[in-house]
């Protein structure tokens, strides 16, 4: 059971480039997360999913986009990469919506735009 | 004010020591409350849940305090590996989802 898996692990882009971060779950969650956490900071929320095919925007949204094609699968999408997009990304998931279930996180991305 | 806010700090804290910190919500309508740890360039992981009544796991004890709206983690007999980053973790504090604080930063030292 690999629990959540991100891709890849580190990554340096130039200003303007593209890329997609790929995330995927074998627990059948239905919620997925993107967050984003800069140098001493907490995390921020940039998009989630309750579900295939539904998504929405969390606090910080501006610079990507993803979607939900499959329950397994969140990529998050950097269309015109910004020096202000070097971040550690981490996605996450969890069983069911309410207060209760914890998140499963995956390993994080470090994103480095140059 | 942020929703959830902690004291960045570090708290430095000799070995075998007890180290206390809190953190404070702003919606009263919050609904669900966790400690997460996380170590350097890690992902975050579930430490403990925290219940009304408080509650407690080996040395870790949360607290809830509803009244003036802040939970606490304290950690008795401090060890070097208790060393890490203690993240906030509130649901309902922003709407339906979870919202992290900041964080707070604990070295336990011989």
């Known amino acids: 059971n690999a629990g959540v898996t991100q891709t890849p692990k580190f990554r340096i882009l130039k200003i303007g480039q593209s890329m997609t971060l790929q995330c995927a779950q074998d627990m059948n969650h239905n919620y997925m997360y993107w967050y984003r956490q800069d140098p001493g900071m907490g995390l921020k929320l940039i998009y989630y999913s309750v579900g295939a095919g539904i998504t929405d925007k969390g606090e910080v949204p501006n610079g990507y986009n993803v979607s939900r094609s499959t329950t397994e699968d969140f990529p998050l999408r950097l269309e015109l990469a910004a020096p202000s997009q070097t971040s550690v990304y981490f996605c996450?998931?969890?069983?069911?919506?309410?207060?209760?279930?914890?998140?499963?996180f995956g390993s994080g991305t470090q994103l480095s735009v140059l | 004010r942020k929703e959830v806010e902690q004291d960045p700090g570090p708290f430095n804290v000799p070995e075998g020591a007890t180290v206390a910190f809190n953190c404070t919500y702003s919606?009263?309508?919050?609904?669900?409350f966790f400690w997460y740890r996380q170590d350097c360039r890690k992902e975050p992981k579930l430490l403990m849940s925290v219940y009304s009544s408080g509650n407690e796991d080996g040395r870790f004890t949360a607290q809830l305090n509803r009244a003036s709206q802040y939970i606490s983690l304290l950690i008795r007999d401090s060890k070097l590996s208790d060393s890490a980053t203690y993240l906030c973790v509130v649901w309902g504090a922003a709407g339906n989802k979870l919202t992290f604080g900041g964080g707070t930063r604990v070295l336990v030292k011989p």
């Open positions: 919606n009263s309508a919050s609904q669900s």
């Open positions: 996450a998931s969890r069983d069911r919506t309410g207060a209760g279930e914890k998140l499963f």
